[in-house]
């Protein structure tokens, strides 16, 4: 059955949002956000008083600025830019008085990260640079107005150091060779052993960091239980104390109060996101925050005094809403929405659902279907439809409830969508996660292929008409899901997905080398024979042959993660054996695209592709493949629609 809905073009959901990722200053005087300038994302100031009168206070004209915070002095905006997608991230400064934009880590091939702000020390944050040991980041405090520049401490081994508000460093959290994790605290130079995690809590337990008392640790610690519980832990006395706990699913978001650091909210998300007040008064607030608007919210920026909230909300039939909530007026003002232009546009709604996987584990899962097929919303179409099983990535990741635009996409082009947390997916307590150890291209993908029967078997999904999508993990997936099972998919997109996990290990980048016995543990370990055998069984690459069904590759040139050899490999594999395939290279971008003209170019090729094997809705490419580096070594002939002197047309020299 053809969508009949109204088509949503594909530039209305992936351009550029209008407006994004408000945030207030610390003094309440400026609001900062992400918009557009010449086409390019960049970072707006406006008076809190007077939104009306931004201007844009940086001007990028490649990439854009994917996000910034404020330093507490109210004057600097911090925020990082790469090269092109290497992630070799530099830290800058832009002072709002002056106009000037100081790069704080001028270093070359070196990865630069936020560590630490403190309202004790509001011209300073703790940088971590891997300048001195390309594999651990030393923590440095930069003077955000001069960028003066001095050691903190050195890092000799360890994945993660903990820096309180006095700048003090305290603890750091070493992987040991099992998966484990020793957590050490620092002393007059020296570090010495304090508590160790075991390998089976070591994803589901971590340090949030120091409350007022500066002795005294909040944690999400899974010990004992199944789920991670919110814990507060006093370093002198040993004492601790459970806080909140959810048998369904990890605590894993708090409201700490900025200035003093005490505890008010904390959330647990399954299904939906849910907020619980653990201060007294704090159970108003978030009252009548339920019924501001529809959807889940998170509080993103707030003043130093607690005053003045800015409050975000998702939802999947909206845009994303951004309000200033006064606390002490108990009223709020909506500051925009990201993007005004699908404010009643024919938007699917999001149907959390609970699939059971054949060894009876529960997988949270999200469904989206064409409005026409569902009009009374029971999360069933009228007759089963062609379907795109959206896989996310990490795979120490999930999928939520709220907006999502490819979501929206696929079901307004005709398609049931299906995302599916698959065991590994964190967020589920530690028996869900620990049960993705080493089941990459085994049980994780057979929760994948127990949705499509469900789908299919629920009236939901057409049998030869599923496709798989995905990026990283995802990408993974895809090609695992066109090798292991071919005759489940009518065809797949993988974009930035290893398709050889041996090389994939051997190749990540030097500063992941803290947590290099945690992939070892869980995905399988390249530096023995066993387990060299172990990984190239699970590669897709092993199995190329294997494919019988259309495929398209997205990759990023400078990705850093899964190199471009990933996609080079099995793009060469399948040509060997005579297999089409359809490879689309961005030579500007890293891991996933993060231009958006280089984003919506891809989504052109996606629907024309799936067009193609599935028979929803195309919008014509148009103008999609303009200002572009797109470039396409094999296959361009499959993608229905695309006019063949367009191809390669931003980077001719690679044609």
Same mark, same amino acid.
């Not at 809905?5 to 400026?30: C, H, T, V, W």
């Not at 999502?404 to 995302?419: E, Q």
């Not at 891991?591 to 170019?601: A, C, I, K, T, Y």
């Given at each position: 059955?053809?969508?009949?809905?109204?088509?949503?073009?594909?530039?209305?959901?992936?351009?550029?949002?209008?407006?994004?990722?408000?945030?207030?200053?610390?003094?309440?005087?400026?609001?900062?956000?992400?918009?557009?300038?010449?086409?390019?994302?960049?970072?707006?100031?406006?008076?809190?008083?007077?939104?009306?009168?931004?201007?844009?206070?940086?001007?990028?004209?490649?990439?854009?600025?994917?996000?910034?915070?404020?330093?507490?002095?109210?004057?600097?905006?911090?925020?990082?830019?790469?090269?092109?997608?290497?992630?070799?991230?530099?830290a800058y400064a832009l002072d709002i008085e002056t106009g000037d934009s100081r790069d704080l880590t001028p270093i070359s091939g070196v990865s630069a990260m936020f560590t630490q702000l403190s309202e004790r020390?509001?011209?300073?944050?703790?940088?971590?640079?891997?300048?001195?040991?390309?594999?651990?980041?030393?923590?440095?405090?930069?003077?955000?107005?001069?960028?003066?520049?001095?050691?903190?401490?050195?890092?000799?081994?360890?994945?993660?150091?903990?820096?309180?508000?006095?700048?003090?460093?305290?603890?750091?959290?070493?992987?040991?060779?099992?998966?484990?994790?020793?957590?050490?605290?620092?002393?007059?130079?020296?570090?010495?052993?304090?508590?160790?995690?075991?390998?089976?809590?070591?994803?589901?337990?971590?340090?949030?960091?120091?409350?007022?008392?500066?002795?005294?640790?909040?944690?999400?610690?899974?010990?004992?239980?199944?789920?991670?519980?919110?814990?507060?832990?006093?370093?002198?006395?040993?004492?601790?104390?459970?806080?909140?706990?959810?048998?369904?699913?990890?605590?894993?978001?708090?409201?700490?109060q900025p200035s003093t650091r005490t505890l008010q909210a904390a959330a647990v998300e399954y299904e939906r996101l849910d907020w619980m007040p653990l201060a007294p008064g704090i159970e108003h607030d978030l009252?009548?925050?339920?019924?501001?608007?529809?959807?889940?919210?998170?509080?993103?920026?707030?003043?130093?005094?607690?005053?003045?909230?800015?409050?975000?909300?998702?939802?999947?039939?909206?845009?994303?809403?951004?309000?200033?909530?006064?606390?002490?007026?108990?009223?709020?003002?909506?500051?925009?929405?990201?993007?005004?232009?699908?404010?009643?546009?024919?938007?699917?709604?999001?149907?959390?659902?609970?699939?059971?996987?054949?060894?009876?584990?529960?997988?949270?899962?999200?469904?989206?279907?064409?409005?026409?097929?569902?009009?009374?919303?029971?999360?069933?179409?009228?007759?089963?439809?062609?379907?795109?099983?959206?896989?996310?990535?990490?795979?120490?990741?999930?999928?939520?409830?709220?907006?999502?635009?490819?979501?929206?996409?696929?079901?307004?082009?005709?398609?049931?969508?299906?995302?599916?947390?698959?065991?590994?997916?964190?967020?589920?307590?530690?028996?869900?996660?620990?049960?993705?150890?080493?089941?990459?291209?085994?049980?994780?993908?057979?929760?994948?292929?127990?949705?499509v029967d469900w789908a299919v078997e629920g009236g939901i999904a057409q049998r030869d008409k599923v496709a798989i999508m995905g990026g990283s993990y995802g990408g993974y997936a895809t090609l695992a899901g066109?090798?292991?099972?071919?005759?489940? /998919?009518?065809?797949? *997109?993988?974009?930035?997905?290893?398709?050889? $996990?041996?090389? #994939?290990? +051997?190749? @990540?980048?030097?500063?992941?080398?803290?947590?290099?016995?945690?992939?070892?543990?869980?995905?399988?370990?390249?530096?023995?024979?066993?387990?060299?055998?172990?990984?190239?069984?699970?590669?897709?690459?092993?199995?190329?042959?294997?494919?019988?069904?259309?495929?398209?590759?997205?990759?990023?040139?400078?990705?850093?993660?899964?190199?471009?050899?990933?996609?080079?490999?099995?793009?060469?594999?399948?040509?060997?054996?005579?297999?089409?395939?359809?490879?689309?290279?961005?030579?500007?971008?890293?891991?996933?695209?993060?231009?958006?003209?280089?984003?919506?170019? /891809?989504?052109?090729? *996606?629907?024309?592709?799936?067009?193609?094997? $599935?028979?929803? #809705?195309? +919008?014509? @490419?148009?103008?999609?493949?303009?200002?572009?580096?797109?470039?396409?070594?094999?296959?361009?002939?499959?993608?229905?629609?695309?006019?063949?002197?367009?191809?390669?047309?931003?980077?001719?020299?690679?044609?």
């Open positions: 059955m053809k969508s009949t809905a109204p088509l949503i073009p594909r530039k209305q959901l992936f351009s550029n949002p209008e407006r994004n990722a408000a945030m207030i200053s610390p003094d309440g005087r400026y609001l900062v956000w992400q918009a557009p300038l010449d086409g390019v994302m960049n970072i707006w100031l406006a008076p809190s008083d007077d939104p009306g009168a931004a201007r844009p206070i940086t001007h990028d004209t490649h990439r854009g600025i994917q996000s910034c915070h404020w330093a507490y002095n109210s004057r600097a905006v911090l925020y990082t830019q790469d090269k092109n997608g290497d992630e070799n991230w530099h020390h509001p011209n300073c944050v703790v940088i971590g640079l891997n300048d001195r040991d390309e594999s651990h980041h030393d923590l440095y405090v930069i003077d955000v107005l001069t960028a003066e520049c001095t050691l903190l401490v050195e890092n000799p081994r360890f994945q993660t150091i903990i820096v309180d508000r006095d700048f003090q460093v305290r603890l750091a959290g070493e992987v040991e060779a099992d998966g484990a994790i020793q957590w050490n605290q620092y002393d007059q130079g020296n570090w010495h052993p304090l508590e160790r995690i075991p390998a089976e809590d070591a994803m589901t337990t971590n340090i949030v960091g120091f409350e007022s008392d500066s002795n005294q640790l909040l944690m999400f610690d899974s010990r004992g239980r199944d789920t991670a519980a919110l814990i507060r832990w006093n370093l002198v006395t040993g004492e601790r104390e459970t806080l909140l706990a959810d048998d369904r699913a990890d605590i894993s978001k708090l409201m700490i009252a009548f925050l339920k019924t501001l608007c529809n959807g889940d919210y998170t509080i993103t920026s707030r003043t130093l005094d607690d005053q003045q909230w800015i409050v975000t909300y998702t939802t999947p039939e909206q845009p994303r809403h951004y309000y200033r909530y006064d606390r002490s007026q108990r009223t709020a003002d909506l500051l925009f929405t990201s993007r005004p232009q699908l404010e009643g546009a024919p938007l699917s709604p999001m149907h959390p659902t609970i699939i059971t996987a054949r060894d009876g584990l529960n997988l949270v899962s999200y469904l989206s279907l064409p409005e026409e097929s569902d009009p009374e919303r029971t999360g069933v179409p009228s007759a089963p439809l062609p379907m795109v099983l959206l896989v996310h990535g990490g795979p120490w990741g999930r999928d939520n409830y709220g907006w999502n635009a490819y979501h929206l996409w696929l079901a307004n082009r005709g398609y049931a969508v299906l995302s599916v947390n698959f065991r590994g997916s964190n967020g589920f307590g530690k028996a869900f996660i620990n049960a993705g150890d080493r089941e990459w291209g085994r049980k994780m993908h057979d929760d994948l292929i127990d949705a066109l090798t292991l099972t071919p005759e489940v /998919f009518a065809g797949g *997109v993988d974009i930035v997905g290893p398709s050889n $996990l041996i090389t #994939l290990l +051997e190749s @990540i980048p030097p500063y992941w080398a803290p947590i290099f016995n945690m992939f070892a543990n869980r995905v399988g370990d390249p530096r023995t024979e066993s387990g060299r055998a172990f990984l190239k069984e699970r590669s897709p690459l092993t199995y190329a042959h294997r494919i019988c069904k259309p495929l398209l590759i997205g990759q990023g040139a400078n990705d850093p993660r899964v190199k471009q050899q990933e996609a080079d490999q099995i793009v060469a594999a399948m040509k060997t054996q005579g297999i089409p395939v359809t490879y689309a290279l961005y030579p500007d971008e890293g891991h996933g695209f993060v231009r958006p003209e280089n984003n919506l170019s /891809f989504n052109a090729l *996606v629907e024309g592709f799936l067009g193609t094997i $599935l028979g929803g #809705l195309v +919008e014509p @490419i148009g103008t999609d493949l303009h200002d572009t580096s797109l470039h396409i070594p094999e296959g361009a002939e499959n993608i229905q629609g695309l006019d063949p002197s367009l191809i390669n047309a931003g980077y001719p020299e690679n044609t």
